[in-house]
Nanobody, 125 residues
């Protein structure tokens, strides 16, 4: 079974940057689109970004992060990244890496079958 492990979260001042990583195990990594979701206290898990299969590497972003966040993948390292710039207090949340995309809308959490444990991102000021 594929496993995802996020890292790179932490505490950062508003306007700063963080780079999240999602390391995936399993030989099917390159066959699936990958996504990032986040969940703030008291709120529903929401879509952040996604990247298509390695054949195209097409990217998708929520309107709230477009222009500030960049998703990328390195299939040789079985890793997906989320570069987060110009961070705002509203970005504070636990960020989850999602894998084994099943098809349909990239923005729907139920279309992913494997999830990481989450990494906390806290933006102050």
């Amino acid at each position: 079974q594929e496993q995802l492990v996020e890292s790179g979260g932490g505490l950062v001042q508003a306007g700063g940057s963080l780079r999240l990583s999602c390391a995936a195990s399993g030989h099917t990594f390159s066959n699936y689109a990958m996504g990032w979701f986040r969940q703030a206290p008291g709120k529903e898990r929401e879509f952040v970004s996604a990247i298509s299969w390695s054949g195209g590497d097409i990217t998708y972003y929520a309107a709230s992060v477009k222009g500030r966040f960049t998703i990328s993948r390195d299939n040789a390292k079985n890793t997906v990244y989320l570069q987060m710039n110009s961070l705002k207090r509203e970005d504070t949340a636990v960020y989850y890496c999602a894998g084994r995309f099943l098809g349909g809308s990239y923005s729907q959490a139920y279309n992913y079958n494997v999830w990481g444990q989450g990494t906390q991102v806290t933006v102050s000021s």
